[in-house]
């Protein structure tokens, strides 16, 4: 009796949820916090040890998890993501100084317009795509939930063909993603999704295309594994130049795809050049980046616990809506029926008047609570008998607030981009950019002060293929590409520790 009661079990990362950043076990956990060298019973911890340095060996489990434990209370109210010496490995194509570019599995002929396959199997999306992005002004939204993409693309930013496989009603009765079984289904018909991807761009094999692009992390691991395997064993088979993409940058690249236009003062119809702002707001992570290059990024704001995403997905499991398609646009939908000044809530971080990083945790419990105490005083047992009105008004308000929080963090950093570097141009990107009443509140800040405001499609905002086949492009314009052989995936990949903002600490 006394084992049973001080039995703990401790369990990482995201369970059955559609932001699926990871499922982690504790002895993964551990190797990644467990590199400080100070002992489990100092009083205070040792700082944060060198990048790279590999954890201690032969530490009993519950060694293992008083220095796990050590190792997070150094982080206790500072971003997340964010490499701090406590990551062994960080994303950093262009080496320490960030432009030693190599082409380390050559580079395909560049004096025509080349095509790339894009594999992209973070969460729970498989996609390989073909991209001529000349025509992708229409606006068909793919909840990320939905579909098992494919995807090729050209380097002049045409969508060449696209495949889709729907593992909806795989997921959700779930109410989430399950990750084995996202992992199954991708191993299951990533073969054929991309020889319909290919077949779509009017090409018969790999052999047609000049290179792969695979997304390597941050993400879902056992997923990761999937799309990165298979394109390491095509790279070598067809002797095709290879990219491990980064899925964050692939992400911030999108909004450089020829075509897209700036939505504010100048409405250029040129690409967007370097430096600008980003923020990138998904299921997995909330980030504000001043972008200098390709894989050179400074983090000027980040989440310290929840993403954007994942408040919006449990909001909409807390009000009981479908979240097949993504508890984002579920949530979304309702709000417009609702009023968003009817449920009394707080922005998160008031009391932090000088950094950028987000929060969103106490904003859950209080959407939570609000709604419980709704559905008393209508007498009701359970905040899901509430009526639509009163969920509309939850919903509405909840989002009000939420995008409330990030125009706040981010006029903070926008003003800062102003003053130091002259930077003008924003770049909203992610899966939470396909909101649109985010996409009118920030045009209006932009608007207002005087900024270009660069946002892809709503469909192109989401995880998919073509977003991993683009920032292999950019990556082989400077010249940059990797080795298939013994290419690992990460669930957590920061940018590298160089690229931290200075101003961290304010």
């Not at 067809?238 to 993409?245: D, Q």
Request: glycine content about 10%; hydrophobic content about 35%.
């Amino acid at each position: 009796m006394a084992l049973a009661a001080n039995l703990r079990i401790f369990v990482w990362g995201f369970g059955i949820s559609s932001s699926c950043r990871t499922w982690r076990s504790l002895g993964t956990t551990t190797a990644l916090y467990s590199t400080t060298s100070s002992s489990s019973s100092s009083s205070s911890p040792a700082p944060p040890s060198p990048k790279k340095q590999q954890p201690q060996q032969n530490l009993s489990v519950k060694e293992k998890r008083q220095k796990a434990r050590e190792k997070r209370k150094e982080f206790i109210g500072m971003a997340k993501a964010v490499d701090r010496g406590q990551f062994t490995h960080c994303y950093e194509p262009g080496g320490p100084d960030g432009s030693a570019f190599e082409a380390k599995s050559g580079l395909p002929n560049m004096t025509r317009p080349f095509t790339v396959l894009g594999i992209e199997t973070s969460c729970d999306d498989t996609g390989g795509m073909l991209c001529m992005c000349e025509n992708h002004s229409h606006c068909c939204f793919f909840p990320i939930s939905l579909f098992l993409l494919a995807a090729v693309v050209r380097s002049d930013g045409v969508i060449l063909g696209e495949a889709l496989a729907s593992q909806k009603d795989i997921h959700e009765e779930w109410g989430g993603v399950v990750p084995g079984l996202a992992r199954d289904a991708h191993a299951e018909q990533i073969d054929g999704i991309v020889q319909e991807a290919l077949r779509n761009a009017g090409m018969d094999s790999l052999q047609d295309v000049d290179a792969i692009g695979v997304t390597v992390g941050p993400g879902l691991e056992i997923c990761l594994r999937v799309g990165c395997n298979k394109a390491r064993e095509w790279a070598t088979q067809y002797s095709k130049p290879f990219v491990a993409v980064h899925h964050l940058e692939a992400h911030v690249l999108m909004a450089r795809m020829p075509g897209l236009q700036a939505t504010s003062t100048t409405a250029s119809s040129s690409p967007m050049e370097f430096p600008f702002l980003a923020l990138l707001v998904s299921g997995g992570h909330c980030q504000i980046l001043k972008c200098l290059g390709i894989g050179k990024y400074t983090m000027i704001g980040g989440t310290m616990d929840d993403s954007l995403g994942e408040a919006f997905d449990k909001t909409a499991r807390l009000l009981g809506l479908p979240v097949g398609g993504g508890g984002g646009p579920a949530v979304e939908r309702l709000a417009r029926e609702g009023n968003r000044t009817a449920v009394l809530l707080s922005v998160p971080l008031q009391r932090r008047k000088k950094d950028c990083d987000f929060s969103y945790a106490g904003l859950k419990t209080g959407v939570r609570l609000a709604a419980e105490k709704l559905a008393s005083k209508r007498g009701l047992e359970s905040v899901s008998q509430l009526h639509r009105r009163d969920k509309a008004d939850v919903a509405a308000s909840f989002q009000h607030v939420a995008i409330r929080h990030v125009e706040e963090r981010l006029e903070r950093a926008m003003k800062r981009c102003e003053e130091e570097d002259g930077i003008r141009t924003l770049a909203v990107v992610g899966g939470v950019a396909a909101n649109r009443e985010l996409r009118t509140r920030l045009d209006q800040i932009c608007e207002k002060r005087g900024w270009d405001m660069f946002v892809p499609p709503p469909r192109l905002c989401t995880d998919q293929g073509a977003m991993s086949a683009w920032a292999a492009i950019e990556r082989i314009a400077i010249g940059s590409t990797d080795t298939p052989e013994n290419q690992e995936v990460f669930a957590r990949y920061p940018f590298s520790i160089q690229k931290q903002n200075a101003r961290e600490g304010e």
